[in-house]
């Protein structure tokens, strides 16, 4: 199955409620792609739903079981990524993701970032943004995937 490498927006299952940068990857750094919007459900242990909808021209809402999170692309030397801000939490922390989407879009996969690589002590997005391209052949950078289909 031919896919398209699309930046996103969501993490490694309970990552995703447990965001602990602060602040974003990137200023967005694309529109918000129409093929991402809709409802996802996940076949895991525990059956996991997703909803991305449009914010504005280059913002996401992401409802993620029931935490609300604000999304935009964040791409960093070529590498199409995520910024994610959970909204639902008073502190704003951000976590950072990559995703594909099937030739079909039926089939949304996304990867957190592995935080021993790019630690959350991280302290800003340059220094960020440097061990992102010093690990990008590395192929722990990103968890493991998980796969939601389209509802």
Not at 39 to 60: C, F, G, M, Q, V
Not at 78 to 96: H, Q, R
Not at 119 to 140: F, H, Q, S, V
């Amino acid at each position: 199955m031919k896919t398209t490498l699309v930046p996103l927006l969501v993490v490694g299952i309970l990552a995703l409620v447990s965001c602990e940068y602060t602040f974003p990857l990137a200023e967005p750094t694309q529109h918000v792609d129409k093929r991402l919007l809709g409802d996802y459900t996940a076949s895991t242990p525990k059956r996991e739903w997703l909803k991305i909808r449009r914010l504005d021209d280059k913002h996401y809402v992401v409802v993620y079981d029931g935490t609300i999170f604000r999304a935009h692309h964040s791409d960093v030397n070529g590498m199409p990524l995520v910024s994610l801000e959970n909204i639902d939490d008073a502190n704003g922390k951000w976590t950072y993701l990559s995703w594909q989407l099937s030739e079909l879009d039926k089939v949304l996969t996304i990867r957190n970032l592995d935080k021993k690589l790019v630690p959350y002590e991280t302290t800003d997005a340059a220094a960020t943004a440097k061990l992102l391209i010093a690990n990008r052949d590395n192929p722990t950078l990103f968890g493991e995937p998980i796969v939601f289909r389209r509802n």
